[in-house]
């Protein structure tokens, strides 16, 4: 008996042993996660000095812009641009036609030009602002300061520039959603119906055995090497096709398959192991006796899988898919390999257009050595992080939706 107790209580010393283990693990995990986005936020916000090449009371005595008419702004731009400038403005679409909106925003990108000379993190803004100001005015008596989001809406809905203070990330998110549409779209029916075959209608034999294998390796190879495979059969092979050429939508002397399609594709073979992987074990785990009571009624094979298998399999292959789309939109090596531009203005019209993404942008700006492009790569990385916790909120809810659906039933 005094050995069976003694054993108890070292049994339990042993178990919360392992629960101190898991509990701290699990604190870890969270610590270095709120580093993270605490680390994403700190850049994102914070004051910055302001010079402007041309101040506004220069333009206007009050130097308030906006009391001024469509034609006053006009006016202005063509009393201080070149005249080259002028008819590229005209070329791309006539002033007299533009908004109020856009003649403004031209005349602060091209004749105020505001630059950002100095900026700071928030930390550095909420615990230094004392010394901040007080060096702004020793060292930049001409600056403006101010607080400032990085993220707004101007970020959100403009195209790409040069200058940190205009850049925005409309064109990389359309190109990352319809990549996005483009992948989902291809990997889940090819993904689901390879595990329906393997798990349902193939046989045990050794070439099923040795697909099977190869599947699980291939969720293990690096994306890069999907970014290579993509080049040689979207891009050069299948490039007529990808690029639209054989549709007379594109010209064939300028177009060379880098375009959306190839890059959905691609990411779609990334994923597919995936997506197979875990259909196969949503399918795996309903039970027999469901099968076995379509067969005792007299149902097909697939009858019994479109109507008892996959419904009861849905949940978790959706489970599955998620967790691999969240992969894909965050793939930034396939699609450097595949030909993403680094620097684009034009949105994206089709599938067959050349195309950025949000990781590339993000990527292309970490790399420049203005300490400005650090700021919009953190508002981008924020805009990354919404997208993706917006997809995935979705598609969680839809899953839901079917199981309720389905256990009403």
Not at 6 to 12: L, S, T
Not at 219 to 247: A, C, K, N
Not at 282 to 304: E, H, M
């Amino acid at each position: 008996m005094t050995d069976f107790t003694d054993n108890v209580k070292r049994r339990m010393k042993i178990s919360s042993g392992w629960n101190m283990v898991f509990t701290i693990s699990t604190v870890i995990g969270i610590i270095m996660l709120i580093l993270l986005l605490l680390n994403i936020i700190n850049g994102a916000f914070g004051y910055v000095v302001i010079e402007n090449t041309i101040e506004p009371t220069e333009l206007v005595s009050s130097g308030n812009l906006d009391e001024l008419q469509k034609e006053d702004l006009i006016g202005i731009l063509e009393a201080n641009l070149s005249k080259g400038l002028i008819r590229r403005f005209e070329n791309e679409k006539a002033l007299a036609d533009r908004s109020k909106t856009e003649i403004m925003s031209l005349v602060f990108e091209r004749i105020i030009e505001p630059r950002v000379i100095e900026s700071w993190t928030l930390s550095e803004s909420i615990l230094g602002k004392k010394a901040i100001f007080t060096h702004c005015k020793e060292e930049y008596p001409r600056g403006h300061i101010q607080f400032r989001s990085w993220l707004n809406g101007n970020f959100l809905t403009k195209q790409q520039s040069s200058t940190p203070e205009f850049a925005g990330i409309r064109t990389a998110i359309i190109g990352s959603f319809m990549i996005i549409i483009i992948t989902v779209l291809f990997a889940f029916p090819v993904g689901v119906s390879a595990a329906i075959y393997l798990e349902e209608y193939a046989t045990d034999n050794r070439f099923t055995r040795f697909i099977q294998v190869n599947i699980y390796n291939l969720s293990g190879v690096p994306s890069i090497i999907y970014g290579l495979l993509g080049l040689t059969v979207f891009v050069r092979w299948m490039g007529p096709l990808t690029s639209g050429i054989i549709f007379g939508l594109n010209d064939p002397s300028t177009s060379n398959g880098r375009t959306i399609l190839s890059a959905g594709l691609t990411l779609g073979l990334l994923i597919l192991p995936i997506i197979i992987i875990n259909a196969q074990e949503a399918i795996r785990a309903v039970p027999q006796s469901l099968r076995q009571a379509g067969y005792g009624v007299g149902a097909t094979k697939w009858q019994i899988i479109w109507s008892h298998v996959l419904p009861n399999s849905m949940d978790r292959i959706l489970t599955g898919t998620i967790l691999a789309v969240s992969r894909a939109i965050g793939e930034t090596a396939p699609i450097v390999v595949i030909g993403a531009s680094t620097f684009l203005s034009v949105d994206p019209s089709n599938i067959f257009s050349k195309f950025t993404t949000l990781p590339i942008q993000i990527y292309q700006w970490t790399a420049r050595p203005q300490p400005e492009f650090r700021h919009v790569a953190a508002a981008a990385i924020l805009v990354l992080l919404a997208m993706l916790l917006t997809m995935n909120g979705f598609a969680i809810f839809t899953r839901n939706r079917l199981n309720r659906k389905r256990s009403a039933n």
